[in-house]
């Protein structure tokens, strides 16, 4: 069965980058959001295997949308997305309980590698 | 962090949470429901663990869990019984073991067979004194250290590691990890991580789902020895002492007076200002002595952390030798240079141990005393028991050839009783465990004036046995007595002078082949410092100048050309291979520039018998 993945990040530019690099691979995105709010939803509607998720967004950033998910779903798979300069951000991310990282700009392979080894986590 | 250079420090910290726990134990010993001695001695052995832990020294953390453990079930019972003292002592043994082990650079020994044991409780135990072993769980799960390092080209090594870190906790518990959970939350970026991991999942499960992380660069499982490569090997132990930042800032402050007193100096000088340069000169002698004095204060500690283990010492002897002694000390706040206190311990156990030994009977007292003469410390150690037998010696002497027949007929009870420093003397035919350890009255002797001092017997038969030790207060810098012979000008330690005479020559006596003097009813001998360091034959003088020194236990007249002066002097040892000159233990340079060697009496007299 396909892996299904939910893709959050405000700007559809990179939503299109991470769309085409998942279906590439054979995997299923099962939705899009573009803040923190959307992203909750979504999480409660299709309980993907994984979650990919901007840190900074306008109205609710990434780091609280995390928290909220986790809290609700403990078991959430959740990659954080951030440029190379928001270090602090990404170490707060994985504090609150992202399992993973990408940083941008990235290729299709790092990508594929961070969430590869993220589902298949035992 | 590195954690090696932490280790002098551990070593000296540990060294004192031991003697406070003997000393703790000791006074438990006579009072062994005090609730707050046993709170102490739980928290001593927790600091102990806490330390050791810290510095990865395993075995000294378990032995101290151990300790704990069972402190926390006495202080349950409100009270510590006598085997348990005795277990305690057995277990501060171990430790101060184990602290010689890492001083030594060598890997710590194994506390099992210890830590297995568990001392008898009194029968109102809880039942948790049943089974304090429980405090050993990690047997089942392993300890694994596991060293990661990323490529070069990783975007975020922090955030990198920190997943990395998380990710392990998924396999067991982090025990430690370097650098820590927080110290990457706090942004640090370091080129590896180590962490320890109590963990049942294999190393190679373990590797295989790291590799899973193209970051790393590389994956290693580093066993104990390796880490131990890390440190660094046979660093010789900086000896340290603790010095209060009070006495830090009076240095501070007398640095900053010594900087004044240069431009004083120099202002005068440019003025030629004879007057200034006097009073310059007068100000830099009162900040030099005031610093001396400072400088000799960081150095000095109080005989009180002796005094532990020698109660220690009378503790055990009088368990084992089941005789009832009574320890006495008095004046233990004297404080001495630390490394005439380190010198003095071992002979000063040893007297300890010959007088429980020899001295005492049944029952009796032991006692140290010290108190300050002057510029010496003087240290008694005396027995009320039985007194040395005179006749022994006598025999003794005669048998091993000390003495003729004729001589240890004539010879005085007092210079008899200097004949047990002798090298291979000892009244002792049987060997056993108290005394026999090797190391003989000639060994504490050599130690005492190793350190410029002067070793006093006394003995009267049925009232007991005195030592005493002259000692001077520091070895570094010490007051000399400068002499001139044959336009050589020697120094002698204060400490060795007894006094100091012009006789005119007629007043010397002869008896056979040896001139004597006259001093305070008694003939001394008197000797020529010129025949005795083979200096040519000079004039004679007259009055003639005689230092009374004491040597071998003989007080004895030294003829010298000339007393120049006293004065204090910073000794030096001499440099190999010139340390192996006999009857010189240093020299000086005096403000002439002149070096002057300092006369070591001792072991002039030493070969000139030989």
């Known amino acids: ?122 | 962090m590195d954690i090696a250079k932490f280790r002098d420090m551990f070593l000296a910290e540990t060294t004192e949470h031991l003697e406070l726990i003997v000393n703790i134990l000791l006074r438990l010993d006579s009072d062994p429901e005090d609730q707050k001695e046993i709170d102490a001695l739980f928290r001593e052995a927790h600091s102990i663990k806490g330390m050791a832990a810290t510095m990865e020294y395993g075995e000294m953390a378990r032995l101290a869990h151990h300790l704990e453990d069972h402190l926390d079930h006495c202080r349950k019972i409100g009270q510590i019984t006598r085997i348990e003292i005795d277990w305690f002592l057995e277990a501060a043994d171990l430790l101060e073991a184990l602290l010689d082990d890492i001083r030594n650079n060598r890997p710590e020994s194994s506390v099992d067979a210890f830590t297995a044991t568990v001392p008898e409780t009194q029968p109102a135990a809880l039942p948790i004194a049943a089974e304090p072993q429980n405090s050993d769980p990690a047997d089942s799960k392993r300890n694994l250290s596991i060293q990661l390092s990323l490529h070069e080209t990783v975007a975020a090594p922090g955030p990198r590691f920190l997943v990395l870190l998380k990710r392990l906790a998924d396999f067991g518990t982090v025990l430690k990890s370097t650098p820590s959970k927080e110290d990457l939350l706090q942004g640090d970026t370091p080129s590896q991580l180590l962490v320890q991991l109590e963990t049942d999942t294999s190393p190679e499960e373990i590797s295989q789902q790291l590799e899973k992380y193209s970051e790393l660069q590389t994956i290693s499982f580093p066993v104990a020895e390796e880490k131990k490569e890390n440190k660094p090997k046979n660093k010789p132990i900086e000896k340290t002492v603790r010095i209060s930042t009070e006495l830090l800032d009076h240095f501070i402050n007398l640095t900053g007076e010594l900087i004044t007193n240069r431009y004083q100096l120099q202002n005068a000088l440019k003025k030629q200002d004879w007057n200034e340069l006097d009073e310059g000169v007068g100000q830099l002698t009162r900040l030099v002595k005031n610093l001396h004095h400072q400088v000799l204060q960081v150095r000095m500690v109080s005989l009180e952390s002796l005094a532990g283990r020698l109660s220690r010492t009378v503790h055990d002897l009088s368990r084992s030798s089941e005789k009832e002694v009574t320890f006495q000390t008095d004046g233990m706040k004297i404080e001495l240079d630390r490394a005439i206190v380190e010198e003095l311990t071992d002979p000063l156990i040893h007297m300890i141990r010959n007088a429980i030994d020899h001295g005492i009977e049944k029952s009796g007292t032991v006692s140290i005393r010290a108190w300050r003469e002057r510029d010496q410390v003087l240290i008694e150690i005396a027995d009320d028991g039985g007194g040395i037998d005179l006749e022994k010696i006598r025999e003794r002497a005669l048998e091993v050839g000390l003495l003729t027949p004729l001589q240890a007929k004539s010879i005085r009870n007092y210079d008899l009783l200097q004949l047990i420093c002798q090298p291979g003397f000892s009244t002792v035919e049987e060997v056993n465990e108290t005394s026999g350890r090797g190391v003989g009255m000639d060994v504490v002797k050599t130690a005492v004036e190793h350190v410029g001092g002067i070793l006093l017997i006394d003995s009267t038969a049925g009232k007991g046995t005195r030592f005493t030790l002259k000692l001077p207060l520091s070895l570094a810098i010490i007051r000399v007595l400068i002499v001139e012979c044959a336009d050589i000008r020697m120094a002698m330690p204060i400490t060795r002078v007894v006094q100091t005479v012009e006789i005119a020559a007629s007043e010397v006596q002869s008896s056979g082949k040896q001139l004597m003097i006259h001093y305070q009813n008694e003939l001394l001998p008197l000797l020529s410092l010129r025949k005795i360091l083979k200096l040519p034959k000079g004039g004679h003088f007259d009055p003639i100048s005689v230092v009374i020194t004491e040597v071998l236990g003989r007080r004895i007249g030294l003829v010298v050309d000339q007393l120049v002066r006293q004065q204090e002097v910073f000794i030096q040892r001499l440099p190999a291979p010139f340390d192996q000159i006999r009857g010189c233990s240093g020299g000086t340079i005096l403000g002439s520039g002149e070096i002057i060697f300092l006369l070591d009496l001792q072991s002039l007299f030493e070969r000139r018998r030989n």
């Open chain 1, 1 to 122: 069965m396909k892996k299904r993945v939910l893709i959050v990040d405000d700007a559809l530019f990179m939503r299109s980058m991470l769309c085409d690099i998942f279906s590439e691979a054979g995997w299923n995105v099962v939705s899009e959001a573009d803040n923190g709010e959307a992203a909750i939803d979504e999480y409660r509607i299709h309980q993907p295997d994984l979650v990919t998720m901007d840190i900074v967004m306008p109205e609710m950033g990434g780091i609280d949308a995390l928290k909220k998910i986790l809290l609700e779903f403990p078991q959430a798979k959740i990659v954080v997305c951030s440029a190379l300069g928001q270090k602090n951000l990404i170490l707060d991310a994985i504090n609150a309980g992202a399992k993973d990282f990408i940083v941008k700009p990235f290729q299709s392979h790092q990508v594929l590698e961070v969430v590869g080894r993220v589902v298949n986590e035992l």
